[in-house]
Every structure is written in C-alpha cells, then in structure tokens.
C-alpha cells in the first residue's frame, strides 16, 4: 500500500466529518510530518492533489486552506438521498459557493473543444422548444463549464448538482418563475459568461457568474 494512503484517507475524514471547514487553516507540512510519522515529502505530495482537486489552497507565507469547493461537496453529495433530500434553497447555496470557485480553474484549463460545447449548449437553450427542453440546456451548460476544469472530482460534483436539479421541485419553481423576459436574460447572461471565459477574463468571468446565480436565486426564491 502506498505510504500515503493512511494519511491521505485522514485527511479526507476530516473534511467529510466537519472537523476542517471552509476557511480552515490546516497544520503546516512539518507539523503533520511529526504527527503522522511520515515525511514532508509525503505531506506536499498529499497537499498537492488535494489542491489539484479543488480542496484546498494555499498561499505563500499564509498556510493551506480549506476551500468553500470542499466545504459544500463532503456534505453527502454522493449518495443517492442527499440528491432525493437536498432542496431548490440548498441546491442554490451550493450553487452559490462552487460555481464561481472553480472559475479559475476553467479559464486555466479549458481547450477550444471546450469552448465549442459551450457554445453549442447556449444554441440548443436559445432553440428549446419547452421550458423542461431549455431547463436541460442550461443545467448542460454549467455542467459543460465545470467539465473544463478537467477535474474529476469537480465534474463528478457538478454532474450531482445536476440530478438535484432533475428532481421535481427544483423543476416546478423553474417552470412557475421562468417568464418570456427571464429566459431572454439568462440566455444573455450565460452568453456573456461564455465570453469572459474565452476571453480567459477571470475577474470578469467570477462576477458575471455570481450576478447570473443571484439573479436566478432571486427568481426562483424570492431573496
């Protein structure tokens, strides 16, 4: 077994279970080179693909940090109730926290091909037919967008989110809210967001993103 399992596994515990929350400053390297008897080199090895999954960050001459990504996605989304039990209201506060967090992480990483499945699922959402029809575009779309994170932990997230949104009430609100004049927006507002990530805009990218998901809150939710 790889010496790193263990510690690995440890530290995942610790997230699922909520002892290390978002904004949580972990141990530095050394201190959990002498906890767990094992090397700092183990550690950064560790540290590195938490970071590259998304869980957490770090920054020079601060320390490592929880992320909100981490925080919203070890709270069950990989069972089958968490999907069956999570509400339009949580749906939206998870929403909220990840989409903008790995905006940086798609600008850093999307390809062309990326791109062009974007723009094909703003296309197929403008020609929907149906609200159930247009619903399914724009939940492809974020799901496309995370996708070109090339992160599977990211994607697998986001793919759950997605079967949330499946579920009836999500669907109901959606098609009770959703007037002539709120789709023309969003189809706006996810064409504007496309461009700031081709445009590898990430500044811009973040704020459209979060003006999108607070717009659609707004609607849906009345907050």
Same mark, same amino acid.
């Given at each position: 077994? +790889? ?5 690995? +596994? ?10 290390? @929350?978002?904004? +949580? ?91 062009? @499945? ?28 995370? +996708? ?51 445009? @590898? ?15 659609? @809150? ?6």
């Amino acid at each position: 077994m +790889d010496i790193s399992t263990p510690f690995r +596994d440890t530290l995942q515990h610790k997230l699922q279970s909520g002892e290390w @929350r978002a904004g +949580d400053r972990l141990p530095t390297e050394r201190a959990l080179s002498e906890q767990f008897g094992i090397s700092r080199t183990t550690v950064r090895k560790v540290f590195q693909e938490m970071k590259a999954q998304g869980l957490i960050s770090q920054t020079v001459g601060s320390g490592t940090y929880v992320t909100d990504l981490a925080a919203a996605a070890v709270k069950g989304l990989a069972t089958g109730d968490t999907v069956q039990q999570t509400s339009p209201s949580e749906l939206m506060e998870a929403r909220l926290a990840l989409e903008p967090a790995i905006i940086e992480l798609v600008i850093g990483n999307a390809t062309s091909a990326d791109f062009g @499945r974007m723009d094909a699922c703003c296309a197929k959402a403008e020609a929907a037919g149906t609200v159930e029809e247009f619903e399914h575009w724009d939940g492809m779309l974020h799901e496309v967008i995370a +996708d070109a994170a090339h992160n599977s932990f990211v994607s697998s997230v986001f793919k759950l989110m997605n079967q949330v949104r499946a579920q009836g009430e999500w669907g109901l609100l959606k098609k009770r809210s959703l007037t002539p004049e709120r789709r023309i927006a969003y189809q706006n507002e996810h064409r504007l967001l496309v461009d700031a990530i081709k445009d @590898r805009d990430l500044m811009r990218a973040k704020d459209l993103a979060m003006g999108h998901l607070v717009h659609v @809150r707004k609607n849906l939710l009345n907050f």
